[in-house]
């Protein structure tokens, strides 16, 4: 017994056509777009290409210093701070340091993203609280972060609590200055929709407010997560005896230019990494923008 299938419109067709109908089929969803395999193959080109620029300066360098080009005394090879860092990880101290350091950054970036995602959006939504609060804030802003720690150290000691909250002052600008500035930029025409529903104060910040700024929110946190590891190094020069910051002031101290290249590196390790996961985990919230892709 023959079995009838279902008849597909666009079966029979000249053979030149076949491009074009393939092209509206992706547009109806009768046909799947690119695989996921052709685009976590991208991905993966994409990531690969990121490591030319560092891994060519290395191999560059590297090759310099053997035959006598380049001074590898208070500039050394990629090979003696690999080395370093194996001799560091091997006896444990790296792993020390790095928990300490990133400890610190994660309590001081949580504070300094609650803190500066209230106030931008206060400041933001309500004209007064950002005529009353924004010029001191601002003003705050200007301070540079190594001012910050002689007061810090005389209020609150030499212990973690002063180091943490030094991180989540350079944590919290970045978030309050662009947050503030996106909730006023925000289409007028989405808060009078609010308006005629009778959204809450509350409500209009959640409901409206935040995911129309949703994207530069993201790139806020990205910038204050990169200040945040700028002023860790800051925070574990006050009393500290672990952390990534301790072992760069350590090497200076002591005159091993290898140990503050090998904490300098795994400072850029971990802060690209840190920023990769924040930038990947941010995706799912923003799959609705249909924006620019940069061309090749």
Do not use: C
């Not at 204050?224 to 910051?245: C, K, R, T």
């Amino acid at each position: 017994m023959n079995v009838m299938r279902p008849s597909d419109p666009y079966d029979e067709v000249a053979p030149a056509s076949l491009p074009a109908i393939a092209a509206a089929r992706r547009m109806t969803g009768t046909e799947a777009g690119p695989t996921v395999s052709s685009r976590s193959d991208r991905r993966s080109w994409k990531w690969l290409l990121g490591l030319v620029v560092p891994v060519g300066l290395a191999v560059g360098w590297e090759i310099a210093v053997s035959y006598g080009l380049g001074n590898g005394r208070l500039l050394p090879p990629p090979s003696k701070i690999i080395a370093t860092l194996s001799a560091l990880a091997v006896s444990g101290e790296l792993t020390t340091h790095i928990l300490a350091t990133l400890g610190r950054v994660a309590l001081g970036f949580l504070f300094g993203v609650l803190a500066g995602t209230f106030f931008g959006a206060l400041t933001g939504y309500s004209t007064l609280a950002r005529a009353l609060l924004d010029p001191t804030l601002q003003a705050l802003r200007a301070i540079p972060s190594i001012a910050w720690v002689p007061v810090f150290i005389l209020w609150f000691g030499i212990f973690e609590t002063s180091k943490v909250i030094l991180i989540a002052v350079g944590v919290f600008f970045p978030i309050y200055l662009a947050l503030s500035g996106a909730i006023l930029g925000v289409d007028r025409k989405l808060v009078e929709v609010a308006r005629i529903f009778r959204f809450s104060g509350p409500e209009m910040i959640w409901r409206v407010l935040l995911p129309a700024t949703l994207p530069a929110y993201v790139i806020a946190l990205r910038a204050g997560l990169g200040l945040g590891w700028m002023f860790v190094v800051a925070a574990e020069f006050m009393g500290a005896s672990e952390g990534l910051g301790f072992l760069l002031v350590d090497g200076q101290m002591t005159g091993r230019p290898q140990t503050v290249l090998a904490a300098i590196a795994v400072f850029a390790i971990l802060g690209k990494l840190t920023d990769w996961l924040l930038a990947a985990g941010s995706v799912r919230f923003l799959r609705w923008q249909d924006n620019f892709k940069a061309t090749t």
